[in-house]
């Protein structure tokens, strides 16, 4: 490859990973042809591996181990954790409407109650309910998730004849 081609290669990939680093991009309105500014959608991101794998939480959100507890036992759970991070609390409540949907939470109630918002969500025989508060200069941020097992466990019948008869 020739000197030039290699100059000219170097400096179109400098221009387009310039003109990537942009956060706006352009888009054309669909009634003339004109350009307008877009913003790229922000908010915040799921841990790849969340603490219980159905409740996504927050990059940037820890487990606050000394307030959290969780167990499981014949067939039901309950969680009760607390993680603090950096986030505003509207944040994560956009951040929660929109993740719970994919472990097929489905979202029962939205509600903002003297500064918290508590969100509900209900899967088959479990309730899951999410509280954003205002924290501290450290940790801006508290959610506490709570979730336990609200119906009867069915337990699985074994066929085979090992009951007794009665008889």
């Not at 790849?48 to 820890?62: E, L, M, Q």
Request: charged fraction near 20%; glycine fraction near 10%.
């Amino acid at each position: 490859m020739s000197w030039h081609k290699l100059a000219g290669c170097i400096v179109a990939s400098s221009a387009l990973s310039l003109a990537g680093c942009n956060a706006q991009s352009q888009s054309p309105e669909a009634d003339g042809g004109t350009y307008r500014e877009v913003s790229t959608p922000t908010g915040l991101i799921a841990k790849a591996r969340p603490t219980i794998s159905d409740v996504p939480v927050p990059v940037g959100f820890d487990l606050d181990e000394g307030r959290s507890r969780n167990f499981a036992a014949a067939g039901a759970r309950y969680v009760d954790h607390v993680y603090r991070g950096n986030a505003d609390k509207f944040d994560v409540r956009r951040f929660y409407k929109r993740q719970m949907p994919i472990s097929r939470w489905v979202l029962v109630t939205d509600m903002f109650v003297q500064g918290d918002i508590m969100l509900d969500f209900e899967k088959q025989t479990e309730r899951c309910r999410i509280i954003a508060t205002k924290g501290n200069l450290f940790n801006p941020c508290y959610v506490k998730v709570q979730l336990w097992t609200t119906g009867r466990i069915e337990t699985q019948q074994t066929s085979g004849g090992t009951g007794s008869s009665g008889k």
